[in-house]
């Protein structure tokens, strides 16, 4: 069973920058960051399948956040750029099979992928 340890959480101030790691414990076709602030449902930030580097990013961060994977060291980045408080919540690292990348990428449709981290906590403040 895969596992994932994500890394790089922090406070920080709005417009600030934070970059998060996910090392998985094995391969990982499609991995992806979801994001849980207090009181509202996980959300999906943005995915990448290891098919061509393909990645998908939410509208909500599209153009602030980006998600690159280093395949030699099986590790999965989210560079966080221009942080408001909104971006506020525990973001956790989470893998799939393929096809759940794919079926992000034709549809737009961000569900909640199989495996998961226990997550690294991102806070921002005004």
């Known amino acids: 069973q895969v596992q994932l340890v994500e890394s790089g959480g922090g406070s920080v101030q709005s417009g600030g920058s934070l970059r998060l790691s996910c090392e998985v414990s094995g391969y990982a076709d499609c991995m992806g960051w979801f994001r849980q602030a207090p009181g509202k449902e996980r959300e999906g930030v943005a995915a990448?399948?290891?098919?061509?580097?393909?990645?998908y990013t939410a509208d909500s961060v599209k153009g602030r956040f980006t998600i690159v994977q280093d395949n030699t060291k099986n590790t999965v980045f989210l560079r966080m750029n221009s942080l408001q408080p909104e971006d506020t919540g525990m973001y956790y690292c989470?893998?799939?099979?393929?096809?759940?990348?794919?079926?992000?990428?034709?549809?737009?449709?961000?569900?909640?992928?199989?495996?998961w981290g226990q997550g690294t906590q991102v806070t921002v403040s005004s």
């Open positions: 990448i399948w290891a098919n061509g580097g393909r990645s």
């Open positions: 989470a893998t799939d099979r393929s096809a759940r990348c794919l079926d992000l990428l034709v549809t737009g449709d961000f569900r909640p992928f199989n495996s």
